[in-house]
């Protein structure tokens, strides 16, 4: 594969480490501020999927979280460009629709991982020119994706905002990013690595395809093909297969949690893969002995580009979306839950002592070191 192509070089990835630590000294030099309030941030929650606010006073936190789709939604604007010249019979409302799945997916998917009940939602959805705004296709497709997507997280959006940033955003593109709210009441039911040990199982929820991570890499494979993003693909094309929405995980962990199932830890699997699965403070290694079919379409891109797995599985989720660390005793009541809610699972491996990394061991033993 060409060094060009290698999605470390495009994203950043941990050259970006030094930008985030900046605000984590920033916290430090402002957060006692919170404390005339009776606020105050758990310190065990930062580096973590989202941050939790503590209500001193009350028996719960607030889970705060800001995401969104990054670059996913280039696929449907470039597609919805052409269809509109071309008269291509895809219909635009579709490709925005799943666009509104994945920014809610993006938040509470990671709201989740703390055991907090996701509540609400605030959006960013920014455009280069005001005329995005009075696209009616796109309006109504992400209306309803947006709708759809609360409904399974079981969330509402009080607010929003919708700036036109002329010369920062391209002409005909839009951006979406939001801002997230969950609870977790009582405090003590908060996930947050301290009960991880060695022996507990590594149980995965499967994934819907790409999701909303390696979009960057999977964009300029996909814009080499002499018919983009229109290339034929099973029954659709490879970028409706892109544009897939990503699966919202909240209603069999909230289940989970709430029938009292022992859980240590869970992580979602968005950017940096597999690596994900390491995301845990403590020093452990993760050794997988079985992964999850990978999706067709992340197949053929791996193929095409003729990518490394070592590069894929820190890339793409290769199928995974999310990853629950328990005791093995726990199997048969996760599988049961998963399976009710038609998410397909999967034990994986087991948390054993030693160096922090992943050891993929279907993939020649591929590891990731920390």
Not at 100 to 123: E, F, M, Q, T, Y
Not at 243 to 260: A, S
Request: net charge positive; hydrophobic share 40%; aromatic share 8%.
């Amino acid at each position: 594969m060409s060094n060009n192509m290698k999605y470390a070089d495009i994203e950043g990835l941990e050259k970006k480490d030094l930008f985030k630590k900046g605000f984590i000294d920033l916290l430090q030099k402002t957060v006692k501020s919170l404390s005339a309030l009776g606020l105050g941030i758990v310190p065990e929650s930062l580096g973590e999927p989202a941050t939790l606010i503590d209500f001193k006073a009350d028996d719960f936190y607030l889970a705060f979280k800001t995401d969104g789709v990054g670059t996913k939604s280039l696929i449907a604007d470039t597609m919805a460009k052409e269809i509109r010249k071309n008269r291509k019979n895809i219909p635009v409302s579709r490709l925005y629709a799943g666009l509104g799945i994945d920014l809610i997916a993006s938040n509470v998917n990671d709201l989740i991982c703390l055991g907090a009940k996701p509540i609400a939602l605030s959006d960013e959805i920014a455009a280069g020119d005001y005329h995005t705004f009075t696209d009616k296709q796109l309006i109504e497709g992400l209306y309803k994706g947006l709708q759809d997507g609360c409904l399974e997280a079981e969330i509402t959006i009080p607010s929003g905002e919708s700036p036109t940033l002329v010369d920062i955003i391209n002409k005909g593109t839009i951006s979406l990013t939001a801002s997230s709210l969950g609870i977790i009441r009582p405090k003590n039911q908060a996930i947050l690595g301290n009960n991880l040990q060695a022996g507990d199982a590594i149980f995965g929820l499967v994934s819907s395809g790409i999701h909303t991570n390696g979009l960057s890499l999977a964009r300029r494979i996909a814009e080499k093909l002499p018919q983009g993003y229109f290339t034929p693909f099973n029954k659709n094309t490879i970028g409706e297969e892109l544009l897939t929405p990503t699966k919202i995980y909240v209603k069999p962990i909230m289940t989970m949690l709430k029938k009292g199932i022992e859980i240590h830890y869970m992580s979602h699997i968005s950017g940096s893969a597999f690596r994900k699965i390491a995301r845990a403070k403590k020093e452990f290694t993760y050794l997988i002995e079985k992964v999850p079919e990978v999706p067709d379409i992340l197949k053929y891109l791996q193929k095409k580009e003729n990518i490394p797995d070592n590069e894929a599985y820190e890339t793409w989720n290769m199928g995974l979306g999310f990853v629950i660390f328990a005791p093995e005793n726990e199997e048969k009541k996760i599988k049961h839950i998963c399976q009710k809610f038609q998410v397909g699972f999967l034990k994986m491996g087991f948390v054993e002592k030693g160096k922090k990394q992943v050891v993929i061991k279907p993939k020649t033993a591929q590891t990731f070191l920390f």
